[in-house]
């Protein structure tokens, strides 16, 4: 059976992060990707705004991949395109088929990078005819950028999410009209300089607290209903109107896409839809990690390929036999969060917590408790479910802590 | 005239106020000087990077990405787009490699944002 020392799963900007880092150092590593090209999801975000972390300069999602795999073809890391893995099992065997047949190799770590998929109608339930033109906006973003396929003339945005939002100047660009965007809650879940850029430069409206109850078509999408919601996020029949539309983009969020990680028997936390982490990226199964959006949802690709470096690390270490000390500290959160990464830390080096809150909140203090004591805390101005927040916990933080440590918010007055 | 704007150069989205007095641009509102730079810019010239794509030949990728050098006036945007629409690469395309040079007479060029090899399968 074919052996390697670290399989990685997707050419993303997590995983080609990752074989970069490997390979300098010497890591047999074998790359396993989909699709057709390395480079994920950044061929086809062909907008700029990419790299200012990472490269310090602005780039489109092309030439930061490109400056990717530039890199990866240099190191000659080896890898394979077309290729679909059927199982991953909890002893690290992946069996895969790409054009010449059926593989299976035997890893000693694995890199779980497989990044999200979108949410659907089916998702959301949106009650009416089952007719043509409804996709998702990555879907259309893809035709477009990469095919040339116009989804339709006459668009309506469902969700304000950053992709969404891109999509809606991407199609007034290309001379399609887009009628408007809604938003079922009372805020945007974009970054603000999209709202801007994308909505206000064209005059695209934007409906808050608005969601479509019906999509009325025979073959092809004619019409949809649009109403307004309450608190409860439940529709207000009096205030239903219908728009003329040709097709509906719904961007209405990303999950990752854990389907292996599942079959491979890996604990998955219900939050953030990503395996469940200690500080070292390792999941539930020892030597298997995670890195990216497979782990959880992040706005900016930087921190995703910046995920990858670090994995390496610690596959790195894995692999090297650097045993981490078993001790480690449950993360619990507040109802304020949605989610916080990592789910265990390690109280021997600085941690560094990831987490999205549930609702904006401004002026308040994200404190770390431990034995009902605040142990370290950080003011916020401003806190947006839109955007991932990140805090380091220092090494001699957490050695006061025991066994476990919870995330609150508190009130900075 | 006072102008209400959102700044969009950091997440804090400060609300700023611009207007004019004796000549000279002020602000309100603003937090730091990048807000006051970026206030003025927009109500004197708003400038914004351009990318789109242009149609490709000679691979099985139809259309090559694009990005302007520098950002082009918003008032720019349009007349570039209908001049890319005539525009026709074909495979093999460079990085950077430069689509139109110095497009609307204004120092910036329109440029190909990744490279793209020729297609031994593609026929059109």
Known sequence: MNKRDCVIIGGGSAGLAAAIALKKQGIDVLLIEREDELGGILNQCIHNGFGLTRFKEELTGPSYAERMVKAFHELKVEYRINATITHIKPDKTIHYIDEEGVHVVQAKTVLLAMGARERTRGNIQIPGDRPAGVFTAGVAQRYLNKDGLLVGKKVFILGSGDIGLIMARRLTLVKAEVVGVAEIMPYSNGLTRNLIQCLEDYSIPLYLSTTITQIKGRQRVEAIELSRVDENLKPIPETAFWLDVDAVLLSVGLIPDNQLSMMAGIEIDPRSKGPKIGANYETSIPGIFASGNVLHIHDVVDFVSEEGDQAATAILNYLNKREETAETLMLSTDQNFIYALPHTLNPNMHNKLKYRVRRPMHDVRVCLVSKGMVVHSVKKEHLLPAELEMMIIPQKVLAQCENECRLEIHDET | ?124
């Not at chain 2, 789109?52 to 570039?80: E, H, M, W, Y």
Request: net charge neutral; glycine share 4%.
């Open chain 2, 1 to 124: 005239m006072k102008h209400e704007l959102t700044c969009i150069v950091c997440p804090r989205g400060c609300r700023i106020q611009v207007w004019e007095e004796e000549g000279v641009h002020r602000c309100e509102g603003n937090q730091c000087i990048r807000g006051e730079v970026y206030a003025i810019q927009e109500v004197t010239e708003p400038r914004r990077m351009f990318t789109s794509t242009v149609q490709l030949n000679g691979s099985q990728l139809k259309r090559c990405p694009v990005v302007s050098s520098s950002a082009i006036k918003k008032t720019d945007v349009f007349k570039v787009v209908d001049i890319l629409e005539n525009v026709v690469l074909e495979a093999p395309v460079f990085l950077n490699q430069v689509v139109i040079k110095n497009i609307l007479e204004s120092g910036i060029d329109i440029i190909a944002s990744r490279s793209i090899k020729k297609d031994a399968e593609a026929s059109d």
